[in-house]
């Protein structure tokens, strides 16, 4: 007599694997909890909160670097201050140029003077330059300026307009004379013109500087 089949009492994998996962109490999941797995999948889990994390940090970072460009781009405060120090040094050597002269080189004296100006000032030197070449060859003096301090007073970018002011040392020497030495405050105003700032303006300021005051620059 044939023996009936002995019955499969070996549980599927997927069966087994559902059990370890309901907490090995042996039960198959059921949908309800499948669904709820799922769910907590989508909510958090670690893996979605480094890849939240990290996404973050990479928006934070196109940010940054967006509004750092920005900045770095529309800084006017930045190219404010450069003009600022190429006015104020465009002013001092402009003003010492035009208090160095020297009679046994009148020629490249007076070239710089007018190189440092430009408007109705060199104007005024060109006209003038053979009278006062004259002067300078007969007394024979020779004068030079040191720079003692300077600001800029003002500065309109816009308009290409700037004025400065400058305390400068003037000395002159003359032939069987001490050497004179005089300190003065000098007001500037200066034009942007295409080879740079130069002085269409220069007038002394009412100030008392005398031969005796301190040199600002140490």
């Given amino acids: 007599m044939s023996k009936a089949p002995e019955a499969d009492?070996?549980?599927?994998?997927?069966?087994?694997?559902?059990?370890?996962?309901?907490?090995?109490?042996?039960?198959?999941?059921?949908?309800?909890?499948?669904?709820?797995r799922v769910r907590r999948l989508a909510d958090g889990g670690?893996?979605?909160?480094v890849a939240l994390a990290l996404a973050f940090a990479a928006l934070c970072s196109a940010v940054w670097a967006g509004l750092s460009w920005y900045g770095a781009a529309h800084d006017d405060t930045l190219e404010y201050a450069a003009t600022r120090d190429e006015v104020r040094s465009a002013g001092e050597q402009a003003v010492q140029n035009l208090n160095t002269l020297d009679h046994r080189k009148v020629d490249a004296g007076l070239d710089s003077w007018?190189?440092?100006t430009t408007g109705e000032?060199?104007?005024?030197?060109?006209?003038?330059?053979?009278?006062?070449?004259?002067?300078?060859r007969a007394a024979k003096t020779v004068t030079s300026a040191r720079i003692l301090s300077s600001a800029v007073a003002e500065l309109d970018e816009r308009a290409?307009?700037?004025?400065?002011?400058v305390a400068v040392r003037t000395t002159v020497k003359a032939p069987k004379?001490?050497?004179?030495?005089?300190?003065?405050?000098?007001?500037?105003?200066?034009?942007?013109?295409?080879?740079?700032?130069k002085l269409s303006a220069l007038a002394q300021?009412?100030?008392?500087?005398?031969?005796?005051?301190?040199?600002?620059?140490?």
Avoid at 46 to 49: D, G, K
């Fill in 9 to 36: 009492t070996a549980a599927p994998d997927a069966d087994k694997e559902a059990a370890r996962t309901e907490g090995g109490n042996g039960k198959a999941a059921t949908p309800r909890a499948k669904r709820g």
């Fill in 46 to 49: 670690p893996l979605r909160t």
């Fill in 114 to 116: 007018e190189e440092s």
């Fill in 121 to 136: 000032l060199r104007g005024q030197l060109k006209k003038g330059r053979k009278e006062f070449e004259k002067q300078i």
């Fill in 160 to 165: 290409g307009r700037a004025g400065v002011l």
């Fill in 177 to 197: 004379e001490k050497p004179a030495t005089k300190q003065t405050r000098m007001r500037g105003e200066l034009t942007r013109t295409e080879d740079g700032w």
């Fill in 205 to 218: 300021v009412p100030v008392g500087y005398s031969a005796t005051a301190p040199d600002e620059r140490g």
